[in-house]
């Protein structure tokens, strides 16, 4: 998939156009509140007229068919404002909307509540994907170099043995080779950004050419070379039915001793029971902000690991990044109701592919 620039992630505000486009804020009113900031919901107050309900206004419902006042306001709905806590937009749902025309999700994945039938029906289907992409790439490239010199493991055991290790043994960052498995959407953000370093990247994606390896920096390579050469390896695969536990005890097996694991994408990619093997041997360090289960059971040795640092599932959009979603999704808005294609579209074919 495409990556758009940073800039892509705000846009000007528009002149309200002469029939503003109707539209129902569907999302609970926590994501309300977090995804239209004051100066973003300005901007969509100028742009549209946001109908008075909205399933974050009956929280009671969890359909959009089982509120009277939603239903009888969909006939009326051009575009659906969507977010976190949106209920399923069903094959029911469109039949009761006959004018809708867009889907515009200020939050991550649609996969979870648009249903296919969306694409029959020719309506646009947008995501702020790539808002919620970009702090998970920043976070993704800090923890790469502070593993380059294995700030995480050597922390922990400053603090256990109170005394400053030998700086023989940390390995540095100079040169390392720092393998990626997947070219998603947040994979081609972190090459992107690897280009400011001295390191080698390399990268293993069943969909991506060598041509298109190289334009991003990367070599292509298979799996097994991808985790026998990596110095640092970061997870970016989508997790899919084929993707749960791809990661298992061979392909750990074939990391070097001394190695690290990164996953900001998907607990349940990596095998759980191999991956606390190989922790708890000490062979290699671990840098998780997602595990499999999530949040990890209060026995887990992984809690405990020097080698093994792990965060909150934290990478993706927190705080005042939030505001990042709203800003996307308002300038989807915008660019509806000027008539202008939306600039962060997922199609029927972007739809199959993704989480």
């Not at 620039?5 to 000007?12: F, G, K, R």
């Amino acid at each position: 998939m495409r990556t758009e620039p940073d800039s892509a992630l705000t846009v000007p505000s528009a002149e309200p156009p002469a029939a503003r486009p109707k539209v129902m804020l569907a999302m609970n009113e926590s994501s309300r509140v977090r995804v239209l900031v004051p100066q973003v919901r300005a901007r969509l107050d100028r742009v549209a007229e946001i109908l008075p309900v909205g399933p974050g206004a009956a929280p009671e419902s969890n359909t959009f068919l089982g509120d009277a006042a939603i239903r009888d306001k969909l006939g009326e709905v051009e575009v659906l404002l969507t977010g976190w806590g949106c209920p399923a937009i069903t094959p029911d749902v469109l039949a009761a909307a006959p004018k809708l025309r867009a889907i515009i999700h200020a939050a991550g994945s649609v996969k979870g509540f648009v249903d296919p039938a969306v694409f029959d029906r020719g309506i646009q289907v947008s995501s702020a994907v790539v808002a919620n992409a970009l702090p998970v790439a920043e976070f993704t490239v800090a923890t790469i170099v502070l593993s380059g010199k294995r700030a995480f493991r050597l922390s922990a055991e400053y603090k256990l043995s109170r005394r400053k290790p030998d700086p023989s043994f940390i390995p540095g960052s100079y040169g390392s080779t720092v393998g990626l498995l997947g070219a998603s959407r947040i994979g081609r953000m972190v090459a992107e950004r690897l280009r400011a370093f001295d390191l080698e990247v390399l990268i293993s994606d069943p969909y991506l050419t060598a041509a298109e390896a190289a334009e991003m920096g990367t070599e292509l390579v298979d799996l097994d070379t991808l985790f026998t050469r990596s110095d640092i390896l970061s997870v970016h695969a989508p997790l899919l039915p084929e993707t749960v536990g791809m990661v298992d005890a061979r392909l750990l097996g074939l990391l070097q001793d001394g190695s690290v694991l990164i996953n900001t994408s998907r607990g349940r990619i990596i095998d759980a029971a191999a991956l606390e093997k190989e922790c708890r041997s000490g062979r290699i360090d671990a840098v998780l902000d997602v595990t499999d289960p999530e949040p990890l059971p209060p026995d887990s040795p992984l809690l405990d690991l020097p080698n093994v640092f792990l965060t909150p599932h934290l990478a993706g959009a927190v705080g005042n990044e939030v505001a990042r979603l709203g800003e996307l999704a308002v300038g989807e808005v915008e660019r509806f109701a000027a008539g202008t294609p939306l600039q962060h579209s997922i199609t029927a074919a972007d739809y199959r592919r993704i989480a």
